[in-house]
T-cell receptor, first 111, second 115 residues
């Protein structure tokens, strides 16, 4: 089955800096790679996703890149703000199957 | 987007009792729903895949006799934690998606505390 590795587990940045979180996956059949932001005690919120036929996607300060050959995908947050502080999870799956999550990255943005 | 509800949002029970958690897709039909468990400061771990009209598929290490899943309709899946113990205390979240669609919609979660 699918296995997703996520790094780093914690990330501290200064407000305005960029943050990068990286994930690798094992199942080459996976074709959908979402990123979630989770605040304490709440459900994960989808912030951006990418499909296997796309190499990069951007939405304002957030971007995701995908390298299918290497089975890597990364989340890039630019101009970080204190409200970006949360736990971020990457996930991978084949459409119709369960999402398999990475272990999460706790992002702290200090002002 | 699609809406998934979960009930109750939190429950406290005594050790040895059973607790039922409901997951509903409010504005779409879901032939498949997924149940996850999340311990504090950890990731979401898939427990089982709930299939409408058939038996659930459990992940390795998840006891099917302890975590009973019933998916009786296209909009409702239930997870019953039987004979709950303190180590079952966790955040349980369900998700559902449209058939063969990529996006999964999460319920708000149920926080279970077993005393």
């Amino acid at each position: 089955g699918e296995n997703v590795e996520q790094h780093p587990s914690t990330l501290s940045v200064q407000e305005g800096d960029s943050a990068v979180i990286k994930c690798t996956y094992s199942d080459s059949a996976s074709n959908y790679f979402p990123w979630y932001k989770q605040e304490l005690g709440k459900r994960p919120q989808l912030i951006i996703d990418i499909r296997s036929n796309v190499g990069e996607k951007k939405d304002q300060r957030i971007a995701v890149t995908l390298n299918k050959t290497a089975k890597h995908f990364s989340l890039h947050i630019t101009e970080t703000q204190p409200e970006d502080s949360a736990v971020y999870f990457c996930a991978a799956h084949l459409a119709g199957t369960a999402l398999i999550f990475g272990k999460g990255t706790t992002l702290s943005v200090s002002s | 987007g699609a809406v998934v509800s979960q009930h109750p949002s939190r429950v406290i029970c005594k050790s040895g009792t059973s607790v039922k958690i409901e997951c509903r897709s409010l504005d779409f039909q879901a032939t498949t729903m997924f149940w996850y468990r999340q311990f504090p400061k950890q990731s979401l771990m898939l427990m089982a895949t709930s299939n409408e009209g058939s038996k659930a598929t459990y992940e390795q290490g998840v006891e099917k006799d302890k975590f009973l899943i019933n998916h009786a309709s296209l909009t409702l899946s239930t997870l019953t934690v039987t004979s709950a113990h303190p180590e079952d205390s966790s955040f349980y979240i369900c998700s559902a998606g449209l058939a063969l669609q990529e996006t999964q919609y999460f319920g708000p979660g149920t926080r279970l505390l077993v005393l």
